[in-house]
């Protein structure tokens, strides 16, 4: 069964940090690629990041470029999404999941080019 375990959500000031985790389970880590994506309410699913679990290669929305890293630590089977510099429009559900192959790759920011999904973490930034 696959499972992921979404953490280190919360509230926290603007300006803050917070490090999001994602401990997957259920499947071949190292053949998916694992992204983060983030949902706030009365808006749509937005791709934040992607990192590649073979060699680590990593992809940013432009809303993250700069303020957000996301890293793996494969051995652990989890991913984690550090998130600094945080504004009141980061507030939303983030979500990771699980992807693989060339077609995912090529439409990371898309919700149809993920196979599993995460139950999500809440982050609210106060202004």
């Known amino acids: 069964e696959v499972q992921f375990l979404e953490s280190g959500g919360g509230l926290v000031q603007a300006g803050g940090s917070l490090r999001l985790s994602c401990a997957a389970s259920g499947f071949t880590f190292d053949d998916y690629n694992i992204g983060w994506f983030r949902q706030a309410p009365g808006k749509e699913r937005e791709g934040v990041s992607c990192i590649t679990s073979r060699d680590g290669i990593t992809y940013y929305a432009d809303s993250a470029k700069g303020r957000f890293t996301i890293s793996s630590d494969n051995a652990k089977n989890t991913v984690y999404l550090q998130m600094n510099s945080l504004k009141p429009e980061d507030t939303a559900v983030y979500y990771c999941?699980?992807?693989?192959?060339?077609?995912?790759?090529?439409?990371?920011?898309?919700?149809?080019?993920?196979?599993?999904w995460g139950q999500g973490t809440q982050v609210t930034v106060s202004s």
């Open positions: 999941a699980a992807g693989r192959g060339w077609f995912h790759l090529a439409n990371w920011k898309r919700g149809y080019a993920y196979n599993y």
